[in-house]
C-alpha cells in the first residue's frame, strides 16, 4: 500500500513549511525499505482515494472481539460509531473494488469495511450533498492516478468537501 500513498502523496497541497528534523529528535515514518509520508499527507492520500484510514485493520479488529471486550471498547471509546458514521461517508466502495483487481491489500480494506458495516447494522456510503460529491471526485482522482493525470487542484477540491486536507 505504500508505494500508492507516496505516490498519491506527491500531489497534496503543502500548506505550511517545517523544521527539519535532525539527529536524536527526528523520527521514522516507515519500516525498513517502506517509507511514508506525515500524516497530513498521508490521511489526505488515502481519503482522495476514498478508503478513509480509520477502516483499515479495524474492522478486522472489530470483528474478533467479544461482546465483553465490545463493550469495554465502546465504554472507552464513545463516539466510535459517529466516526465510523463520518468516515463511512467519503467511503468508495467503486475504487475499493477496482482496486480489489490490482492491489492485494485493497480485499483487506473491503473485509474491514464489511465487518464496521455488519457492527453498525447499516451499510455504508455517502449522504449528504458534499459526500455525494466527494463521491465523484474520489472517482475520478482514482482515475487520474491510474492514467498518470493526476493533479494538485482536484485533491484540493476533495478536500474543501471533507473540511479538511487530512
Not at 502523496?9 to 525498513?32: A, C, D, M, N
Amino acid at each position: 500500500m505504500a508505494p500508492l500513498i507516496n505516490r498519491i502523496s506527491t500531489f497534496i497541497p503543502k500548506r505550511r513549511e517545517r523544521v527539519q528534523h535532525i539527529g536524536l529528535f527526528g523520527y521514522s515514518r516507515g519500516l525498513g525499505k517502506v517509507k511514508l509520508p506525515r500524516a497530513i499527507p498521508f490521511t489526505a492520500s488515502l481519503y482522495s482515494i476514498g478508503i478513509p484510514p480509520e477502516f483499515i485493520g479495524t474492522g478486522r479488529g472489530i470483528a474478533k472481539l467479544n461482546k465483553k471486550e465490545l463493550a469495554i471498547l465502546e465504554k472507552y471509546y464513545l463516539n466510535i460509531k459517529n466516526d465510523f458514521l463520518k468516515a463511512g461517508g467519503y467511503l468508495n466502495k467503486d475504487n475499493m473494488e477496482k482496486m480489489a483487481k490490482k492491489y492485494s491489500f485493497a480485499k483487506g480494506i473491503i473485509e474491514d469495511v464489511n465487518a464496521i458495516e455488519k457492527y453498525l447494522g447499516i451499510k455504508l456510503k455517502p449522504s449528504t450533498k458534499n459526500e455525494r460529491e466527494h463521491y465523484v471526485l474520489t472517482k475520478a482522482i482514482y482515475a487520474k492516478f491510474e492514467t498518470n493525470s493526476l493533479n494538485e487542484r482536484i485533491i484540493e477540491k476533495a478536500a474543501v468537501l471533507r473540511k479538511s486536507l487530512g
